[in-house]
């Protein structure tokens, strides 16, 4: 009785700071102690939360539309090796990035230049994507954010309904740990707590993605930043080749903290419905399982299999 008076204390104080303009938080972070505002009351941090193209969202395979336009994207300068910050902001990690790393080809209308990647996870390797695959959702996913290379800054680029092109990629499971990322999972623990960071050295973009040859399969929708203000002007690419991580990789990423001290974990967005957009695949994945299926029936039927 004594926990749920407390409680409701609680609840009353924090609609008098809510009132006042209280920080945005993860659901993860919403509590009677914590009266932050979760997603579900972002649109009263930013009316553009409450938007009509707002990400992430599920992407339902079936239902995606074949482009013929989405070649493999051309990535220059992701094989250099740079030295940077690595930030914990209060909501996630975040690495600040070279100009000199572009993105362009794959439909995209310009040449995008690198600002900044950050991640998205769970709690010690639950689920904790952003973006879901037919309901899937995975461990961690990390976003590379790139601006047009004519704009000089994120918020410039943000007036321009496609001013910013994100690359989302997977992260799932392995039993082995990922070598490539060990500089940055070392560099967790120095980085526990909100507005510190650190140094990495000769870390590339190649180093954390997958091998060029295995991104040429991705699904391509209009969408928004997934944290306030929620500005609806995202090319998003959503890579379907995921990312190995070993478990206790995933989990470093749950010792850091937010503000209020709490493990830093769930950092995502729950998935915003679609509203009439339509989602995009390359290549032909969607068909060819179809198909896999299909003739694997067929020769269940006969009394045939697949070798081995």
Same mark, same amino acid.
């Given at each position: 009785?004594?926990? *749920? @008076?407390?409680?409701?204390?609680? %609840?009353?104080?924090?609609?008098? &700071?809510?009132? =006042? !303009? ?123 954010? *790139? @601006?047009?290379?004519?704009?000089? %800054?994120?918020?410039?680029?943000? &007036?321009?309904? =496609? !001013? ?145």
């Amino acid at each position: 009785m004594g926990m *749920h @008076i407390l409680c409701c204390l609680w %609840s009353v104080f924090a609609l008098v &700071k809510m009132s =006042s !303009g209280a920080e945005w938080c993860y659901q993860s972070q919403v509590s009677c102690v914590n009266p932050c505002q979760g997603p579900l009351e972002w649109p009263e941090v930013a009316m553009t939360c409450g938007g009509r193209a707002q990400s992430p969202i599920n992407i339902v395979t079936k239902k995606t539309l074949k482009d013929d336009r989405l070649q493999p994207l051309r990535y220059n300068g992701y094989q250099f090796a740079f030295h940077s910050d690595i930030i914990n902001n209060g909501h996630s990690v975040q690495v600040n990035l070279p100009d000199s790393a572009k993105i362009d080809g794959g439909n995209l209308e310009s040449t995008y230049k690198a600002i900044q990647l950050h991640f998205h996870w769970g709690l010690n390797g639950g689920p904790g994507s952003e973006h879901t695959i037919d309901g899937e959702q995975y461990p961690m996913e990390m976003h590379i954010v *790139h @601006i047009k290379q004519q704009y000089h %800054s994120l918020s410039e680029a943000l &007036k321009d309904k =496609s !001013g910013v092109a994100v690359l989302g990629f997977f992260y799932q499971e392995s039993g082995s740990s990922n070598k490539k990322y060990e500089s940055v999972v070392n560099a967790l623990k120095r980085i526990t707590r909100p507005g510190t960071n650190t140094t990495l050295h000769d870390l590339s973009l190649d180093m954390l993605i997958p091998s060029h040859s295995n991104l040429s399969t991705y699904f391509r929708y209009q969408g928004s930043l997934t944290t306030p203000n929620c500005d609806e002007s995202v090319v998003w690419t959503v890579f379907e080749n995921t990312i190995p991580l070993s478990n206790e990789q995933l989990s470093a990423f749950s010792q850091l903290s937010f503000a209020d001290g709490q493990n830093m974990t769930g950092t995502y967005r729950p998935v915003q419905p679609l509203n009439g957009r339509e989602v995009y695949h390359s290549g032909s994945v969607a068909v060819w399982v179809n198909t896999v299926v299909l003739l694997s029936s067929v020769l269940a039927t006969v009394g045939l299999s697949f070798p081995e």
